[in-house]
């Protein structure tokens, strides 16, 4: 392992929001949104598993 002590990490928060919503997924960022407003957070990813592809229920925010 390479000498670290000059390196900085940084950490940042997320909030990670799951759901398996069917056909009412334009409240979905909304409440998202407002979660990240609340909190001062700037990501955040909603996952819905109530879809064909998974690729298509991925939904990332930041503000």
């Not at 690729?55 to 925010?61: C, E, H, P």
Request: charged share 25%; glycine share 10%.
């Amino acid at each position: 392992m390479k000498n670290m002590k000059g390196m900085k990490r940084k950490f940042s928060e997320i909030i990670l929001e799951l759901k398996r919503c069917g056909g009412n997924q334009r409240d979905s960022p909304n409440q998202l949104l407002t979660y990240l407003k609340l909190s001062g957070i700037k990501q955040g990813f909603l996952i819905n598993f109530n879809v064909e592809r998974f690729v298509d229920g991925l939904r990332s925010l930041v503000l």
